[in-house]
């Protein structure tokens, strides 16, 4: 029998991309994450004006342990307070921390230790954040629209990943360094009023809970993931996905273009290949609204996505690799957003803050902190092992996908 999934709760069940209420939820989250991308440059630059490269390069991934270490707590507080709610405070918090960060610019010429003490902060407030924006969207809207949603947020990913480099290094030559981070936090300050009219759809009154100790209801949550027949292999699967994922397809390209010569124009066309594809399914996934059999499309299209990242380092040319890149992107992005959708779907609205942390801890906190081991790896072996290597760790995820009959059988609500 197909396993169906559990609706959730949501305030209105018209298409996602013609409700005003989750547009509205979109302007602030691309407005955000265009001011994360800008962020992030301007916090590299920085540390790189203040220290080393190699020092650079720890001050950038630092934010990742608090991370790592606070995300599943985090999930206790997104259900505990709602996640618009969270998204509210903590957006404030991290755009304070910004405005901090350029007027500790303008007053001083800080070290790396300040710049550090900023990236752990800023990391700290990821750890309720990114659980809480992960959950907003299985409240704003009816249970039929979760993979349209997940599309639209795949292309203001897309979106931000493309203006936030420029706007970075625009920002950077206007106002130096200071500057670029004032427009970082202009950007997630936009975000503010527009999440402040976002509405959100009651829990259910059988969702109701006492609420407990946070360990407690870390506990719960947990639970709640083992016992259920589609999250377990879900969450497991998307955490081996993830590790192979996060190396070739960030610290890779730079080196794989760096190996064979490309330079920066040819990094630039691989991710912009990328880019594309992952925009082209993002697109795709808005219109259409719903795929049949989502966890063995989900499962087919991850597994179809690490054989082409294996062939990607054996690609003879900088045209050819664009291409490749390209493939990953559809591929990758269709596996993305059908497991993202699963998940929403799967753990209703009471969990969603927690299931959310537990299935993103991989990719947002352990993951980027593989980034030194795939760069020596490289180093000392070569970009083609170090993929190959990569793509059989991503395949083990795909694999314990397609082995799960109830998630190979899983389907989305209509």
Do not use: K
């Not at 203001?156 to 480099?165: E, P, Q």
Request: hydrophobic share 55%; aromatic share 6%; glycine share 14%.
């Amino acid at each position: 029998m197909t396993t169906t999934l559990a609706p959730t709760a949501g305030p209105d069940d018209r298409p996602a991309h013609r409700d005003p209420n989750v547009l509205r939820w979109l302007g602030a989250y691309a407005s955000s994450a265009v001011g994360d991308n800008v962020y992030y440059i301007a916090l590299s630059w920085a540390a790189v004006q203040a220290g080393t490269p190699a020092q650079a390069g720890l001050v950038t991934a630092v934010s990742a342990v608090p991370r790592a270490l606070l995300m599943l707590g985090g999930g206790v507080v997104v259900d505990r307070y709602g996640p618009r709610r969270v998204v509210l405070g903590s957006s404030a918090v991290r755009c304070l921390l910004v405005v901090m960060a350029a007027v500790l610019l303008l007053a001083a010429r800080p070290g790396l230790w300040a710049l550090g003490a900023v990236a752990v902060l800023f990391g700290v407030v990821d750890a309720v954040f990114l659980p809480a924006a992960g959950a907003l969207p299985a409240r704003i809207t009816g249970p039929g629209q979760i993979t349209r949603v997940q599309g639209m947020r795949g292309l203001a990913t897309r979106l931000a990943n493309v203006l936030g480099g420029p706007l970075g290094g625009l920002g950077v030559a206007l106002g130096g360094t200071a500057g670029a981070f004032g427009l970082a936090a202009l950007l997630i300050g936009v975000s503010l009023p527009l999440l402040w009219v976002v509405r959100v759809g009651h829990l259910p009154p059988d969702h109701d809970r006492a609420r407990g100790a946070l360990l407690a209801e870390l506990r719960d949550g947990l639970r709640h993931i083992g016992q259920d027949r589609v999250l377990r292999p879900l969450v497991l699967a998307m955490a081996v996905v993830d590790l192979g994922f996060v190396g070739p397809m960030n610290l890779g390209l730079t080196l794989l273009a760096q190996e064979r010569g490309w330079g920066s124009l040819g990094m630039g066309w691989l991710l912009a290949g990328f880019g594309t594809g992952a925009g082209t399914v993002s697109l795709l996934l808005t219109l259409r609204g719903r795929v049949p059999r989502a966890g063995l499309v989900m499962a087919l299209a991850e597994l179809g996505a690490c054989v082409a990242v294996a062939w990607l380092a054996h690609a003879p040319s900088v045209i050819a690799a664009t291409g490749v890149a390209l493939l990953i992107g559809l591929l990758a992005g269709l596996g993305g957003a059908l497991s993202g959708a699963l998940t929403l779907a799967q753990a209703g609205p009471a969990y969603a803050g927690r299931v959310t942390a537990v299935s993103t801890l991989v990719g947002f906190g352990v993951a980027p902190l593989t980034f030194p081991l795939v760069g020596a790896a490289a180093g000392r072996w070569g970009i083609g092992p170090v993929f190959a290597a990569c793509a059989a760790i991503w395949a083990g995820g795909a694999l314990l996908a397609l082995c799960s009959r109830p998630l190979r059988r899983a389907e989305l609500p209509r």
